[in-house]
């Protein structure tokens, strides 16, 4: 097919390794095959995504999974429908801390491998620093919206850690991260690849837990679009669909993650070298398996369930079902033909041991406010 | 017009920054904060405690600022964009020209408008002003590399400087290229055989 037979969508990305479906789709032909000319643009934070997807700069775009949800809700930013038909990935983000507080945290004697002790044995730190009349210590996420917030809070809280007044968190760009931790400015972070694995392999921090020993499996990113797009161009649609979904089939398999890292490694995408995404490849990050590639409605109440806990937006009826609508696994299943995967994946225990039901909502909220 | 609004300007480009300020001063505003290097960024402008931010949209500190405008205890008031429901024009004209404006809550928007409008248009000219800048330096290197070549074409076929530019012009309009096109292949070739 020649490049004026394809029509032309507009991807927006951030260089994370997670972009990884949207750059196979165009570099192995997935998105040609179906009829597209993807051109992918680099953006530099996360604001400017939705912007450029609210004016019609971008026509999709790689979204943190909490963004299409807010729009829609419209937190701290004008309402604006946008929503997401399919994940991009699941999991691969990770909680690193400084070497130092590595060892305070060691120096308790807990099993940091499990994220409970470890929660609880940071908590030991964090009420010595009170104590001792110290600051608190700090650490780096990079969007409100991103699930890397809701993780943080989400550990530190069931230890018994309040995240608003017993540490700091701060937006720190992924780029910035690591100069970050080593300048003392933070003490720990959670971000996703490759800034963990640069963060060790720069001798700076320690890895301490990959967020999927404790996060319920579902989306890290989205595709992420406006509704009227969605709505003004069906057919591209369904055709990006079909070369997202041979493109994720494709990234999943360990077996082209070499290829993979080499095609995400040049200064246009990422600009990390080859041996280090290989090694952030070979984490806990998914592009396909275990149906993590449905973005179902249970997954956006999970998360806005977390909006309402950390007091982003008061909980209501109506913004439930609004959360729930955000996230459209209907039309992937429509333009794949298929009814619905059946594989699930299996979530880890809830670690502060409130299980959440995705039909009641202020159940959920009601019991972790008094275990707070 | 005398104004306290205290405006802090986020900006890697000392040269926006300045067009941006001069602007701003002659608007009235006197309080004005600049920030270029960008590390510790939270901590500084909760120092400065800013009515209004004026941030570039190629900064990826943006998003420290949407965290910023989160209620919470570190800044003593909160930050919210300038726009509401009402502004889509003013949001794709601020995208349009590369700026993004945040605003502490609660301040009255006729205030905020001309200060959104004229960033705005400060971006714009910026923008110009660098491309006729790019254009210009585009240019002199295209007039670098034609005389190159013709030096080339002057030494091997021993002809002088006007016959070895009417030998690249005609070439450039049988091949419907650009002079500076042909000049460069010219070069390359040489480079190459040379």
């Known amino acids: 097919m020649s490049t004026s037979e394809l029509t032309t969508v507009r991807a927006g990305f951030i260089p994370l390794v997670d972009c990884a479906v949207l750059v196979a789709a165009k570099e192995k032909g997935f998105a040609e095959r179906h009829g597209i000319d993807l051109l992918l643009k680099p953006e530099v934070s996360w604001a400017n995504i939705r912007d450029h997807i609210n004016v019609g700069f971008l026509d999709v775009a790689h979204m943190l999974a909490g963004m299409p949800i807010a729009q829609s809700l419209g937190i701290n930013h004008i309402k604006f429908p946008i929503i997401a038909p399919m994940a991009l990935g699941a999991g691969g983000n990770a909680i690193t801390v400084s070497c130092g507080l590595h060892a305070q945290l060691q120096d308790t004697g807990a099993d940091l491998s499990d994220p409970l002790s470890a929660a609880k044995a940071l908590r030991k730190v964090v009420d010595r620093r009170r104590s001792d009349g110290l600051e608190p210590l700090s650490f780096g996420q990079v969007f409100p919206f991103s699930c890397h917030n809701y993780q943080l809070r989400y550990w530190m809280a069931a230890a018994g850690i309040d995240p608003e007044r017993d540490v700091s968190l701060v937006v720190i760009p992924p780029p910035y991260m690591v100069k970050s931790l080593e300048a003392g400015q933070v003490d720990g972070f959670c971000v996703g690849e490759p800034w963990n694995t640069l963060a060790v392999e720069q001798g700076v921090g320690v890895i301490l837990l990959p967020t999927s020993s404790f996060w319920p499996a579902g989306p890290e990113k989205v595709l992420g679009l406006s509704e009227r797009w969605a709505n003004d161009n069906r057919e591209t649609l369904q055709a990006l669909l079909k070369a997202l979904d041979e493109a994720a089939k494709w990234a999943d398999d360990a077996a082209n993650h070499a290829e993979l890292a080499d095609m995400l490694a040049v200064d246009a995408y990422l600009g990390v070298s080859a041996p280090v995404l290989a090694k952030a490849l070979a984490g806990d990050l998914h592009f396909y398996n275990a149906g993590i590639v449905r973005a179902e409605c249970e997954d956006a109440l999970w998360l806005y369930a977390q909006m309402v806990r950390w007091g982003q937006i008061p909980l209501s009826r109506e913004a439930e079902q609004v959360a729930c609508r955000t996230y459209r696994p209907d039309l992937r299943a429509a333009a794949l033909g298929v009814e619905k995967d059946i594989s699930t994946a299996a979530h880890p225990a809830p670690l502060d041991g409130v299980a959440f039901d995705a039909a009641d909502v202020p159940g959920y909220i009601a019991e972790v406010l008094i275990k707070a | ?194």
């Open chain 2, 1 to 194: 017009m005398a104004d306290d609004l205290k405006i802090l300007v986020i900006d890697e480009d000392p040269v926006r920054a300045a067009i941006l300020k001069e602007g701003l001063s002659d608007a009235g505003h006197m309080l004005v904060e600049w920030i270029a290097d960008m590390s510790n960024l939270h901590v500084r402008i909760s120092a400065l405690d800013p009515d209004v931010v004026l941030i570039d949209l190629e900064n990826p500190n943006r998003d420290v600022l949407e965290q910023m405008f989160q209620v919470s205890r570190e800044v003593k008031r909160p930050i919210a964009m300038f726009v509401d429901q009402s502004d889509t024009t003013m949001i794709t004209a601020s995208v349009d020209a590369g700026v993004s404006a945040y605003i502490v809550d609660g301040l009255k928007k006729e205030r905020i408008k001309p200060i959104v409008d004229m960033t705005i248009s400060r971006f714009n000219a910026f923008s110009r002003l660098q491309r006729e800048l790019d254009d210009t330096k585009t240019q002199l290197e295209e007039r670098k590399i034609i005389d190159r070549a013709k030096g080339i074409l002057m030494k091997q076929k021993g002809i002088d400087e006007d016959e070895a530019y009417v030998l690249l012009r005609r070439n450039a309009m049988n091949q419907k290229k650009k002079i500076a096109e042909v000049a460069a292949s010219v070069v390359m070739a040489a480079d190459l055989l040379g």
